[in-house]
């Protein structure tokens, strides 16, 4: 029930491209995306409902893949603070109001 | 503009103690209130989740339990803990309207 997160970890250099998936083996309502920094409670970052829209935030945007029950979080140029932990929260058409979090992609930007 | 409230901030208790974490939204109403469980290095585990005053839904069997005495309360409790009880809990809330989840500073639980 737990949606599967890919890659599990992920090192770049400042300015570089990452894309981090999520991708769930039921029927999706919606996807939330969210970073945690160490030590710290997550941070809601955005959230895609159930139509395949895709949104933006700053050089972080993500898209939902509704036929493929997948989600896919971009970020652009990235920042030192970007570093930390991202999660991808799914809400499931048959249970939605309940948020099942994946198991994490742990991300580090170097200089 | 909406606050999360949770205490204590930090908590060691020995094991067979009871334990309560108290939850307060701010500035909503009638929001979707959730107990999640992070163990160290770990994901987030969902507990409990509430959709209103008195109506809770546990999603893993085991020695805690939640309340939801007011709209904008929500407790998590346990009569005795385990040593694998510890860990990072976090309580969020969501706006009906715009279904984002937004959460709590969390407490972090060590069982000695």
């Known amino acids: 029930q737990q949606p599967v997160q890919s890659p599990q970890a992920v090192i770049l250099r400042e300015g570089e491209d990452a894309v981090i998936n999520c991708s769930s083996s039921?029927?999706?309502?919606?996807v939330h995306w969210y970073r945690q920094k160490h030590g710290e409670a997550p941070v809601f970052l955005m959230i895609l409902l159930k139509g395949g829209e895709q949104k933006g935030h700053e050089k972080i945007s993500a898209s939902f893949n509704e036929k493929k029950q997948q989600s896919s979080l971009y970020l652009t140029a990235s920042q030192l603070s970007y570093s930390g932990t991202y999660f991808c929260?799914?809400?499931?058409?048959?249970?939605?109001?309940?948020?099942?979090f994946g198991p994490g992609t742990s991300l580090s930007v170097i200089p | 503009s909406q606050t999360i409230h949770q205490w204590p901030a930090t908590l060691v208790q020995p094991v067979g103690s009871p334990l309560s974490l108290e939850c307060t939204v701010e500035?909503?109403?009638?929001?979707?209130l959730y107990w999640y469980r992070q163990a160290a290095g770990r994901g987030l585990q969902l507990l409990f989740y509430s959709v209103g005053i008195g109506q809770i839904s546990s999603e893993v069997p085991q020695n805690l339990s939640a309340s939801r005495p007011q709209d904008r309360q929500f407790i998590l409790s346990s009569k005795k803990l385990l040593l694998s009880d510890s860990g990072f809990y976090l309580c969020?809330?969501?706006?009906?309207?715009?279904?984002?989840?937004?959460f709590g500073p969390g407490t972090r639980l060590t069982v000695t």
């Open positions: 969020a809330w969501v706006s009906g309207e715009r279904y984002e989840q937004y």
């Open positions: 929260g799914t809400e499931y058409e048959t249970s939605y109001d309940k948020v099942i």
């Open positions: 039921k029927a999706l309502y919606s």
């Open positions: 500035g909503t109403s009638n929001p979707n």
